[in-house]
């Protein structure tokens, strides 16, 4: 399912909630309210509230309707065209809200949706579904037409060339590391992006992959110490990346 992240700005604090469904509230701005202190209660900027809610001025007025920030979670399979598409925006508005130099995105990361409104996503996530559940139909007809003997390939037995490489784990917060991987995925502002690093001559940059162990990600870096049958993958956090420690994995090469 897709999901949006949404935090609503209210007369007291309200933390950031990750909806599975594309929902959000509205609350008034009550009296002694302005836009700094709220920016400031939910870890933001007066600047980007003014730019998401596209205001001229700072100044707010009471019982006046705020949306502090508004954030889509890349699943499996998207792309910016299909983002854009379901949600009426433009690829190019996509990347300019996130700062992006080329097209490709990676499962987990999240992208800003600053000044895409709240009913276009709601038909936009109900489509989806129908479109979605109508596509699995005619794909599974089509593969029962062409040969019985045919199985669709299941969530964890993805089709591909596999290889078998030494895994190892890496998180964006170490001692040097910029947190942004050689294809411009910020992990520092994405830390649950599935990412892995990867040997371009062995698993070209930009391939969904998925990993034994790991799941779906995207290559998406390399790394002087990734060479030949060799990945590293990003985890969030230093506990994660020592308890993965050094595994033999298979990692398939996702056929599109």
Known sequence: MKKLAVSIVAAVSIAGVALTSVTAEEQSVEKGDNLWTIAETNHTTEEKQVDINEFKTTTIQPKQKLN?????EVQRGDTLISIGKAYHVSVDNLKKWNELESNLIVIGQELDMKGV????KKAAVASSHVANETTADQREKQAKQTSDSKQQPSKDNPKGKTVTVSAT?????????????????????NPNAKVIAV?????????????EGYGYATAADI??????????IHVPTKKKAYNWGVRTVDVTIVNK
């Not at 502090?68 to 889509?72: E, K, M, N, V």
């Not at 784990?169 to 502002?189: E, F, I, K, M, P």
């Not at 040997?199 to 990993?211: A, C, K, R």
């Open 68 to 72: 502090l920030h508004q954030t889509y």
């Open 117 to 120: 409104q709240i009913e276009q």
């Open 169 to 189: 784990a890496y998180t964006a917060d170490c001692d040097g590391c910029s947190g942004v991987t050689s294809t411009g995925v910020d992990l520092n502002a």
């Open 199 to 211: 040997d371009p001559n062995v698993i070209p940059l930009g391939s969904e992959v998925y990993v």
């Open 223 to 232: 790394g002087s110490a990734i060479q030949g049958k060799r990945i590293d």
